[in-house]
Structures are given as C-alpha cells and as structure tokens.
C-alpha cells in the first residue's frame, strides 16, 4: 500500500497485424484497437476506488478485527491472524468481515459519486493457496458475488492480486509482514497460478472485470537482478493472461521503479506485440522522513509535479493508489501496535506535528485548517493523474482513518462533487 517514495530506486517483435498498420499510442488510437474492451482507456479516464481492507486485512482500516488479539506480539497480519485463532475461529470472523465489509449498497454509492471503476485486492490464498498456509478460503464466491453487484451499479473491475506466496514486499498488506520472500523456490510459478486462476474464473465477465492486476507493489529485495526478474515475471503474466483471455487489460505495478523511465518500452504498443498493457503508480507523500515534514503547499506542489511526468509514459497509466493524507497519523497505519512519523510515536522518528483528530475518528470532526488541506491535495492530485489515463483512491472505507475514507470525505464535501468540480482551481496551473 505504500512506500512510493522511499524507492524510487534508482522491437521485441511485430505483428503482421503491425506490419501494416502502425501500432497506436494510446493518444492517438482510434476505436478499432479496443478489440473487446468493454472500457475506453483510449479516450476515457478511469475514476475509481479500491475496495481495500476487504479481502485482504489490514488492521489500519478495521482495526476492531484486531482489537481484540492487539496484545499479541505474534499478530502482525493475516498471516499471523488466522496462525493464532486456527481456522475454524478465523473463517468464522472473517467470514463475518467478508459479507458484511462491501454490499451492493457501497457500489452503488460508488456509482453514484461518478465513479466508473473499482480496484478489488485479493490475495493469492484465496485463489490459489500453499499447503501449511494458516490462511483460510472463502473470498471468491463474495467476490464473484462482487462482480455482480458492480454490473447492475455500471462499474468496471480491476482485480489486484495484492499479495504473493512468500511475499512480494515484506508489508503488513502482502498478508505476511518480514521477510521478502518472494522469487525464491515456486513462488513464481504460484504466482502465476493465481493469476491463471483469477483470468479463467472470470474469462466470461470480462464486460465487468476489464483488467487483472499481476501482483501489487513487488519491492526490490534482490539486487540489480531484481528489475530483470520482476519483467520476466510481468512477461510469463502476460502470456498467462492471454493463453486465456485476448481482451483483459494487463496491469503491471511500477516495483517503485521510475515509472517515467523504467517502464518505457517494456510491453508497449511502439516495441513489443503486447496489447491492452496498463502501468500502475502508487503515489503517497507521507511514508518517508523527509516527505512527512512537507507543507501543505508543497504536498500540493509535489503532486502538480507528477502531471507532466504521467503524461510521457508511453502505456496507459493510472495511480492505482493515492491519499488525502498528509501525515501517517491514522491508527495502526504503519503497523498493529505501532505510531507515527508525523508525532514522532513510531521509533527512530522525531515529530513534525500534532496527529489529534487525525489518528482516528470521522471527517466531520477534524479542524478546518485539516479539511481545506485535504481539499487542496485532493483536487492537485485528480487534476495531475488525469494528465494519463485516471485513478484509484485509496481506499473506499475505514473504521476511523478520516484523511483515508473515500466516502466520509464525500459525505463531508471534501471530495469534489461532481468529481471535475474545484473549489480550488488551477492549482497544477495545466
């Protein structure tokens, strides 16, 4: 879910199809390239909002699933969740969590703020699990439910394959906080089942599910081999995806790589055979020293800054996550049991300011300076991501996390309605 800032790090061939027909950029391509795309990302900007917290726990946004085993040292995330309770208690609860979280009531709000597309993460437990996992399964018939429920509200799905057997990062929100142990052994080719998984099982939904997700925020833990790895990961995706389905978009996460350079040319229109190929950017300001001592008018400057870099990817490109948030005040936030940067509580940090009325509780109870600062960064930020191709806020819904919770923040005014209205315009001055 974030880390964006901290790591920065640092003609495969043509169709006959190309031959004669030059294959089109996404500015320019005209309708007959959308193939079966039920979703124009040619010409059309993706709003949408991650469903997160669902599927996949993370004890910041309901943090009462957690409350109740917080004294545990053990328990750090899912992993370690349904490891301590034992399956049956575990499907029990979550189970709970699962029906209960997201109904056809929450796609139709979402829908009915102007929203075309939500972002769904699912682990690979659900979908392919491990022997030995403590995990427990049940997801995918609410999420085949889900898909219904986006049908009738008219949204479009992106399914996210938020965490990989070994994990992919080391986060909380992997399932498994530590180690990365992903790329060793078969986790791979686990990975990969998964994602098989995910495109048969919905291969014949594709006027809903119009883009699968390949593996969310995959950190670099391997040395300078770790780039050339994950694109050979990202390719065996993409022919897993197609061997299956031609007309499913294919998204890869940037690895927290400069999606500006990194990413270009890789699996694009101009160099390769690949079709329907999307980049996926996680912008946050908050997860680093130095940018959780940032002013209000430079978390809006830094944001501006990111328009004309979006702009020059050559594939479609959505932040796939982004925030109101300015501080990391939000509970639990960086870990259960653990503070904040912003007020100096997380170890090894020293305060910038005040987290009173930022670490838990609702948008209507947080200061005015806090909601016209959330309303600047909000409105800098939907006018530099539709510089390409859209966006997904993180994250729909919370317990408590008020500079997170997509629809307080609607329910409160902070998030513009309709969403191309500015209370504050020409901020980014593009």
Same mark, same amino acid.
């Given at each position: 879910?974030?880390?964006?800032?901290?790591?920065?790090?640092?003609?495969?061939?043509?169709?006959?199809?190309?031959?004669?027909?030059?294959?089109?950029?996404? $500015?320019?391509?005209?309708?007959?390239?959308?193939?079966?795309?039920?979703?124009?990302?040619?010409?059309?900007?993706?709003?949408?909002?991650?469903?997160?917290?669902?599927?996949?726990?993370?004890?910041?946004? @309901?943090?009462?699933?957690?409350? /109740?085993?917080?004294?545990? =040292? %053990?328990?750090?995330? $899912?992993?370690?969740?349904?490891?301590?309770?034992?399956?049956?208690?575990?499907?029990? #609860?979550?189970?709970?969590?699962?029906?209960?979280?997201?109904?056809?009531?929450?796609?139709?709000?979402?829908?009915?703020?102007?929203?075309?597309?939500? #972002?769904?993460?699912?682990?690979?437990?659900?979908?392919?699990? #491990? !022997?030995?996992?403590?995990?427990?399964?049940?997801?995918?018939?609410?999420?085949?439910?889900?898909?219904?429920?986006?049908?009738?509200?008219?949204?479009?799905?992106?399914?996210?394959?938020?965490?990989?057997?070994?994990?992919? !990062?080391?986060?909380?929100?992997?399932?498994?906080?530590?180690?990365?142990?992903?790329?060793?052994?078969?986790?791979?080719?686990?990975?990969?089942?998964?994602? #098989?998984?995910?495109? !048969?099982?919905? %291969?014949?939904?594709?006027?809903?599910?119009?883009?699968? $997700?390949?593996?969310?925020?995959?950190?670099?833990?391997?040395?300078?081999?770790?780039?050339?790895?994950?694109?050979?990961?990202?390719?065996?995706?993409?022919?897993?995806?197609? %061997?299956?389905?031609?007309?499913?978009?294919?998204?890869?996460?940037?690895?927290?790589?400069? &999606?500006?350079?990194?990413?270009?040319?890789? +699996?694009?229109?101009?160099?390769?055979?690949?079709?329907?190929?999307?980049?996926? @950017?996680?912008?946050?300001?908050?997860?680093? *020293?130095?940018?959780?001592?940032?002013?209000?008018?430079? /978390?809006?400057?830094?944001?501006?800054?990111?328009? =004309?870099?979006?702009?020059?990817?050559?594939?479609? @490109?959505?932040?796939?996550?982004?925030?109101? *948030?300015?501080?990391?005040?939000?509970?639990?936030?960086?870990?259960?049991?653990?503070?904040?940067?912003?007020?100096?509580?997380?170890?090894?940090?020293? =305060?910038?300011?005040?987290?009173?009325?930022?670490?838990?509780?609702?948008?209507?109870? +947080?200061?005015?300076?806090?909601?016209? !600062? +959330?309303? /600047? &960064?909000?409105?800098?930020?939907?006018?530099?991501?539709?510089?390409?191709?859209?966006? &997904?806020?993180?994250?729909?819904?919370?317990?408590?996390?008020?500079?997170?919770?997509?629809?307080?923040?609607?329910?409160?005014?902070? &998030?513009?309605?309709?969403?191309?209205?500015?209370?504050?315009?020409?901020?980014?001055?593009?």
């Amino acid at each position: 879910m974030y880390l964006s800032s901290l790591v920065q790090i640092a003609t495969v061939g043509i169709s006959l199809l190309a031959s004669v027909r030059a294959a089109p950029t996404p $500015e320019t391509s005209s309708d007959p390239y959308l193939g079966g795309l039920t979703f124009d990302y040619f010409h059309s900007k993706v709003r949408g909002v991650n469903l997160g917290g669902w599927f996949v726990l993370e004890p910041w946004i @309901t943090p009462s699933i957690f409350e /109740h085993v917080a004294s545990n =040292p %053990a328990i750090k995330d $899912e992993y370690t969740y349904t490891q301590a309770l034992g399956k049956e208690e575990a499907y029990q #609860r979550l189970s709970q969590h699962w029906n209960t979280w997201v109904t056809q009531d929450d796609f139709n709000q979402i829908a009915r703020a102007g929203l075309n597309h939500v #972002r769904i993460p699912i682990g690979y437990w659900a979908v392919a699990p #491990r !022997n030995g996992d403590p995990y427990v399964q049940g997801q995918l018939s609410i999420l085949d439910k889900a898909i219904g429920w986006a049908r009738a509200a008219g949204l479009k799905v992106l399914i996210d394959l938020h965490g990989a057997p070994g994990s992919q !990062n080391g986060f909380d929100n992997s399932g498994r906080l530590g180690s990365i142990e992903w790329q060793q052994g078969n986790t791979v080719s686990e990975t990969l089942d998964a994602i #098989r998984g995910l495109t !048969n099982r919905y %291969a014949s939904a594709t006027d809903v599910v119009t883009a699968i $997700e390949l593996l969310n925020e995959p950190l670099p833990a391997a040395g300078a081999s770790f780039l050339d790895t994950t694109k050979s990961f990202y390719k065996s995706g993409y022919s897993t995806v197609r %061997a299956i389905n031609s007309e499913t978009v294919v998204v890869i996460h940037d690895a927290f790589q400069a &999606f500006g350079s990194a990413w270009q040319g890789f +699996l694009s229109p101009q160099t390769s055979s690949a079709t329907h190929v999307m980049l996926d @950017t996680h912008q946050y300001q908050i997860f680093d *020293a130095g940018q959780i001592g940032l002013s209000p008018d430079q /978390h809006v400057s830094a944001a501006c800054g990111l328009g =004309p870099q979006l702009s020059g990817t050559d594939k479609w @490109t959505v932040v796939g996550e982004w925030t109101g *948030a300015q501080t990391d005040c939000a509970k639990w936030l960086n870990g259960l049991g653990k503070g904040a940067r912003y007020d100096g509580t997380l170890e090894g940090f020293s =305060p910038v300011g005040n987290c009173a009325g930022k670490s838990s509780g609702t948008v209507a109870d +947080l200061s005015a300076t806090d909601k016209s !600062n +959330l309303q /600047h &960064f909000i409105e800098a930020q939907l006018d530099a991501y539709e510089s390409r191709t859209g966006w &997904f806020f993180w994250t729909w819904k919370t317990e408590s996390a008020p500079e997170w919770d997509m629809q307080d923040l609607l329910k409160n005014g902070i &998030f513009p309605q309709p969403l191309n209205s500015r209370k504050y315009p020409g901020q980014c001055n593009y």
